[in-house]
């Protein structure tokens, strides 16, 4: 038997089609996070929270296997119905003997807690209802929840195209992170995070991704203008969120390095703007 030939069909310059939106591989996903936060965390003044948020990531991580309910990627229907109760049971299990006292009463407090006060909380995260949830317990159940709708969004079937590109997930409604802009393949494409499902979906660069506007954005950083992170500010709607470069920086991941990078935002609102999406390790207050 002799085999076919391989072909090789070079593209032709300009022909590079872009997905819209990209759902990664969690288990090399999760690996990569967990491993950038360990990198950020050393002689960060945020060292302890980044070392936490890389046990978190890890947790996840050791949740792939775990039984998922048939859901689609509706956050508040997943915190209602979904297994993830067992996944955050889990969680806590493999965080406990890791974590430093306080963080360790927290977990207790989240273990004491019944189903239905766990379902509570998390559908009030889902709708984005922040100040209802005691923040200590926040990113534990987010992480929980996120995990269970990651792996939703990645079952579900791709939405179609839309003549707009959304501000918020198109697969589970949620606000992004940040953007960031790849490198690679799809070099120089921006895209923005969705602070659950840990999808990607695709935004033109130099326009707000809150409203639109592409006529008063401004690009702030501490260093030069070629910085890896900055916010991008918009006058229009008085919004920023950040754009994180991965072809200034290849290791640059979207939760881990905007969190690293918290201090920007300090910058940002004496600014007089208020930011657009969040991170789920800095849920909003409310
Ligand atoms: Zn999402
Ligand atoms: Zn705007």
């Not at 019944?114 to 990113?139: C, H, M, Q, S, Y």
């Not at 697969?171 to 602070?195: E, F, K, W």
């Not at 401004?218 to 008085?238: H, K, N, V, W």
């Amino acid at each position: 038997m002799t085999e076919a030939p391989l072909l090789h069909a070079p593209q032709p310059p300009g022909s590079h089609h872009f997905a819209p939106i990209l759902r990664p591989d969690l288990a090399t996903f999760y690996a990569r996070r967990a491993a950038r936060l360990r990198a950020l965390a050393a002689g960060h003044e945020l060292s302890e929270y980044l070392v936490l948020a890389a046990q978190v990531t890890d947790a996840q991580a050791a949740c792939l296997g775990a039984p998922a309910a048939d859901l689609p990627p509706d956050p508040a229907g997943i915190a209602a119905a979904g297994l993830w109760p067992a996944l955050l049971d889990r969680m806590l299990a493999d965080l406990r003997p890791k974590v430093a006292a306080p963080v360790r009463e927290a977990l207790a407090q989240l273990q004491a807690l019944p189903e239905a006060a766990r379902r509570t909380a998390a559908i009030a995260l889902a709708e984005g209802r922040f100040d209802a949830v005691d923040p200590a317990l926040a990113p534990f159940l987010w992480a929980a929840l996120s995990a269970e709708v990651a792996r939703a969004a990645r079952a579900a079937p791709l939405p179609g195209p839309t003549a707009q590109e959304p501000p918020d997930c198109p697969l589970c409604g949620t606000a992004p992170v940040a953007s960031t802009i790849l490198t690679g393949d799809d070099q120089g494409l921006r895209y923005l995070h969705c602070a659950l499902c840990d999808c990607d979906w695709h935004m033109v660069r130099a326009k707000c991704t809150n409203c639109g506007d592409a006529g008063q954005l401004d690009y702030l950083s501490f260093e030069t203008p070629e910085a890896p992170i900055r916010a991008e500010a918009c006058g229009a709607c008085g919004s920023y969120l950040k754009v994180i470069s991965q072809e200034r920086d290849r290791e640059a991941d979207t939760v881990a390095d905007d969190l690293a990078s918290l201090v920007l935002d300090d910058a940002a609102s004496a600014e007089g703007f208020g930011r657009s999406g969040f991170n789920p390790f800095a849920l909003p207050s409310g």
